[in-house]
Structure formats: C-alpha cells, structure tokens
C-alpha cells in the first residue's frame, strides 16, 4: 500500500485560492491514478476530481470544474489541487487517493480506490 499525506488546506475568504498538495510513498506512484475527494460534516465522501496514471487526464466533478485544477508531479510523487474562486459550499475535509488495483476509468467512487490519506480541512468563509 501506498501512504499519503495530504497538506495545504485551511481558512480562506469567499473567493479566495488554495492549493493542497498530496505526497505518496514509494517508487510506483507514477502508475497510481489519483483523486481527490471532500467530505462536509453530516455528508458522505464525495468526488471532486481525479488524473490518470497513463496519460495525465483529468475529470472534475460538475461542481468545480472551472474552479479547481487537478495536477501531477511524478518527480516528487506529489499530486496537487488547485482551487480557485472558492466557495462557502465548498469547506469541507479533502482527501487524496490512489488507484492501484484497478484501472477503471473514471473512478467516480470511493470504493475504486485504494488508499486515502488522512484528509485537511479546508473552510471557506462567507
């Protein structure tokens, strides 16, 4: 299995940016599929956006495409989120996760994931 640890999140104003980083252990990263999940108090798991192993393709969820921008370092075993024009709906703890048993695409849910990191919060004031 692979460690992850996520960093980066905190407290911004409406409107505001933030980027999370989530750095992997090991030397296979580069064949991961990773995504990013949220999770808001009362509320499941939820996707947000993920980039293929293969090819750096990437998918958001309607939510925040436009908004965020999901990308990969596989020098630094790193995959980031950048999240732009950030909203109160969007405070939440985000998690990372990597795909490496299967190679659905595109993993819209948590089950197809392997991983997770530990999470970071992420508050968005009003």
């Known amino acids: 299995q692979v460690q992850l640890v996520e960093s980066g999140g905190g407290l911004v104003e409406a409107g505001g940016s933030l980027r999370l980083s989530c750095a992997a252990s090991?030397?296979?990263?580069?064949?991961?599929?990773m995504g990013w999940f949220r999770q808001a108090p009362g509320k499941e798991r939820e996707f947000v956006a993920v980039?293929?192993?293969?090819?750096?393709?990437?998918y958001y969820a309607g939510s925040v495409k436009g908004r965020f921008t999901i990308s990969r370092d596989n020098t630094k075993n790193i995959v980031y989120l950048q999240m732009n024009s950030l909203k109160p709906e969007d405070t939440a703890v985000y998690y990372c996760?990597?795909?490496?048993?299967?190679?659905?695409?595109?993993?819209?849910?948590?089950?197809?994931?392997?991983?997770w990191g530990q999470g970071t919060q992420v508050t968005v004031s009003s």
């Open positions: 090991g030397r296979t990263f580069s064949s991961y599929t």
């Open positions: 996760a990597a795909q490496i048993r299967n190679r659905i695409w595109i993993p819209l849910h948590v089950s197809m994931y392997d991983s």
């Open positions: 980039i293929r192993w293969s090819d750096s393709s990437t």
